[in-house]
């Protein structure tokens, strides 16, 4: 008995919550255009907190939000946060035991120059200090950032001459190292031979030994504009041990994280995609295994898909990887600019695709993506990125906590055959919650690529909502209610564009 009650303990200690499910898009004034790049944590006070990049609509510029939601995804706050005349732009965010403390760039109007930029916050994202640092160029930016085992802080990023026109003329991927009060103890810029190329490190991460690896891509100016991954080490003074680039032809390939496994080895993160010059596309993640020297011990390519987009991964408890960013089923040069959805996907830490789920907030044909990633205290995920809000025509910061399999809708990662859902045996669709107060989410069981609308009746037959959709297996979306839908029971059908019923529930609002 001893061992089970042990096994309990542990599972109590690990996971102490209940998991929640919210699929959230902030709302704001229609003259804001918004994403969230950098992730979402809990804090003490049991409030989710995050930080929006808002762009204004009619006029150029741009700040910062602090977003601040409950548990169930309701809105606390948001607050502008720091300068809004000399803006910051914030991609990375991580938890430390006083806080956090992030990375991007912040403009500076004095100059009219993108410095590099870092900062130190307290459990509430308000300001301890900041720091922002200029170099050689203009355009320069730190994009991503850790706490060492010393409490120093190690960063990663780019310097970057640009053009008036916003055209890069010279890339120098940097890595820096400061002091607990952020005094810069070391810059080291590590740029490859092919110094007509754009470079830039997006990855960090610290060994065991104490040395640093960062990650990143090269764009080749070549006629195919192609890339390829590059990683390199410091030691823990910030010497270059190494830099590699990782050549493979046939491929286009970048990094975007980097994770130290159990083993000492370490992994990179990212995405492979065509040649920009071949007549078929297709996207993998990718992943590349080094050892401490640099030498390549496997790669993998997984999740094939047409182009999908990986942002950012992180490892759980158990060494496995789970990432974020863009599901597209549509051809196009560029994903962001076709009808996509946000994505998350887990692997092992030996590159076996465990499973992925497509998460929906807009209506179709709107593109929206997940950016960042973090693991929530109940075991689940909580997902940063933009969707998009088709009332106002613009995006919206979206948060989204799945549980600890990828759902917004339990038990999403059941299979359920064919066959069952033919004979009436399994549903098509699954809604949850039901009864529901002001929003449910709803999972498909099939593919249905064509206009289908969700139809939302009361007991007289009279119309009350839609929801315009196309159905994919797996995929999850959310439908709000009207706020003037009064309590009581309604139906629920699904119809194509015949008119043909795929789907009929009652549902009950309260």
Same mark, same amino acid.
């Given at each position: 008995?001893?061992?089970?009650?042990?096994?309990?303990?542990?599972?109590?200690?690990?996971?102490?919550?209940?998991?929640?499910?919210?699929?959230?898009a902030v709302p704001?004034?229609?003259?804001?255009?918004?994403?969230?790049?950098?992730?979402a944590y809990i804090?003490?006070?049991?409030?989710?907190?995050?930080?929006?990049?808002?762009?204004?609509?009619?006029?150029?510029?741009?700040?910062?939000?602090?977003?601040?939601?409950?548990?169930?995804?309701?809105?606390?706050?948001?607050?502008?946060?720091?300068?809004?005349?000399?803006?910051?732009?914030?991609?990375?965010?991580?938890?430390?035991?006083?806080?956090?403390?992030?990375?991007?760039?912040?403009?500076?109007?004095?100059?009219? +120059?993108?410095?590099?930029?870092?900062?130190?916050?307290?459990?509430?994202?308000?300001?301890?200090?900041?720091?922002?640092? %200029?170099?050689?160029?203009?355009?320069?930016?730190?994009?991503?950032?850790?706490?060492?085992?010393?409490?120093?802080?190690?960063?990663?990023?780019?310097?970057?001459?640009?053009?008036?026109?916003?055209?890069?003329?010279?890339?120098?991927?940097?890595?820096?190292?400061?002091?607990?009060?952020?005094? +810069?103890?070391?810059?080291?810029?590590?740029?490859?031979?092919?110094?007509?190329?754009?470079?830039?490190?997006?990855?960090?991460?610290?060994?065991?030994?104490?040395?640093?690896?960062?990650?990143?891509?090269?764009?080749?100016?070549?006629?195919?504009?192609?890339?390829?991954?590059?990683?390199?080490?410091?030691?823990?003074?910030?010497?270059?041990?190494?830099?590699?680039?990782?050549?493979?032809?046939?491929?286009?390939?970048?990094?975007?994280?980097?994770?130290?496994?159990?083993?000492?080895?370490?992994?990179?993160?990212?995405?492979?995609?065509?040649?920009?010059?071949?007549?078929?596309?297709?996207?993998?993640?990718?992943?590349?295994?080094?050892?401490?020297?640099?030498?390549?011990?496997?790669?993998k390519r997984i999740? %094939?898909?047409?182009?999908?987009?990986?942002?950012?991964?992180?490892?759980?408890?158990?060494?496995?990887?789970?990432?974020?960013?863009?599901?597209?089923?549509?051809?196009?040069?560029?994903?962001?600019?076709?009808?996509?959805?946000?994505?998350?996907?887990?692997?092992?830490?030996?590159?076996?695709?465990?499973?992925?789920?497509?998460?929906?907030?807009?209506?179709?044909?709107?593109?929206?993506?997940?950016?960042?990633?973090?693991?929530?205290?109940?075991?689940?995920?909580?997902?940063?990125?933009?969707?998009?809000?088709?009332?106002?025509?613009?995006?919206?910061?979206?948060?989204?906590?799945?549980?600890?399999?990828?759902?917004?809708?339990?038990?999403?990662?059941? +299979?359920?055959?064919?066959?069952?859902?033919?004979?009436?045996?399994?549903?098509?669709?699954?809604?949850?919650?039901?009864?529901?107060?002001?929003?449910?989410?709803?999972?498909?069981?099939?593919?249905?690529?064509?206009?289908?609308?969700?139809?939302?009746?009361?007991?007289?037959?009279?119309?009350?909502?839609?929801?315009?959709?196309?159905?994919?297996?797996?995929?999850?979306?959310?439908?709000?209610?009207?706020?003037?839908?009064?309590?009581?029971?309604?139906?629920?059908?699904?119809?194509?564009?015949?008119?043909?019923?795929?789907?009929?529930?009652?549902?009950?609002?309260?």
């Open positions: 008995m001893k061992p089970y009650l042990l096994l309990l303990c542990l599972l109590i200690y690990r996971y102490p919550f209940a998991q929640t499910y919210f699929n959230t704001t004034s229609e003259y804001y255009v918004e994403t969230i790049y950098c992730p804090n003490s006070s049991d409030k989710i907190l995050t930080l929006a990049l808002s762009k204004f609509r009619n006029k150029y510029g741009y700040l910062n939000k602090i977003i601040e939601l409950d548990k169930g995804g309701k809105l606390v706050r948001i607050n502008e946060y720091l300068d809004s005349i000399n803006s910051q732009t914030v991609f990375a965010l991580k938890k430390t035991n006083y806080g956090y403390i992030s990375s991007g760039y912040k403009f500076r109007s004095s100059d009219t +120059i993108n410095h590099f930029w870092f900062a130190k916050l307290d459990n509430n994202l308000d300001t301890i200090w900041t720091k922002n640092v %200029k170099k050689k160029y203009n355009n320069s930016s730190f994009n991503n950032i850790i706490e060492l085992k010393n409490k120093s802080i190690a960063l990663c990023g780019t310097d970057m001459l640009v053009r008036r026109s916003g055209t890069f003329l010279s890339t120098i991927p940097v890595l820096a190292i400061a002091d607990s009060l952020g005094n +810069i103890n070391k810059y080291v810029e590590i740029r490859g031979t092919d110094t007509t190329g754009g470079e830039g490190f997006y990855g960090i991460s610290e060994g065991f030994d104490h040395s640093i690896y960062a990650s990143g891509y090269i764009v080749k100016l070549d006629n195919l504009l192609d890339q390829d991954p590059i990683i390199a080490k410091v030691d823990s003074s910030g010497n270059l041990l190494w830099r590699k680039q990782i050549i493979n032809k046939g491929f286009n390939e970048i990094f975007k994280s980097t994770l130290t496994q159990k083993d000492g080895s370490i992994l990179g993160i990212g995405a492979s995609y065509n040649d920009y010059g071949a007549s078929k596309e297709f996207s993998y993640v990718l992943l590349i295994n080094f050892d401490s020297d640099g030498n390549i011990n496997w790669t999740f %094939k898909g047409l182009i999908n987009d990986f942002s950012n991964a992180i490892q759980d408890y158990n060494g496995n990887i789970i990432g974020a960013g863009l599901y597209n089923r549509y051809r196009g040069l560029y994903a962001d600019t076709s009808a996509g959805h946000g994505w998350i996907f887990k692997c092992s830490a030996t590159g076996d695709s465990i499973w992925s789920r497509s998460i929906v907030h807009a209506s179709e044909p709107f593109p929206e993506r997940f950016n960042n990633i973090s693991q929530a205290d109940d075991g689940g995920f909580y997902l940063t990125g933009y969707t998009f809000v088709p009332d106002d025509y613009s995006s919206k910061a979206w948060i989204v906590k799945t549980d600890s399999f990828g759902c917004v809708v339990p038990g999403c990662q059941n +299979i359920v055959s064919t066959e069952d859902i033919k004979s009436g045996k399994e549903k098509a669709f699954v809604m949850f919650p039901n009864p529901v107060s002001e929003r449910f989410f709803f999972l498909s069981r099939i593919t249905n690529d064509e206009p289908l609308q969700m139809l939302m009746d009361n007991l007289k037959g009279e119309l009350v909502q839609t929801y315009k959709f196309r159905a994919y297996e797996g995929h999850q979306y959310q439908v709000d209610l009207k706020e003037d839908i009064p309590s009581g029971l309604y139906n629920v059908t699904i119809v194509n564009a015949k008119g043909m019923v795929l789907f009929s529930e009652k549902l009950e609002k309260v």
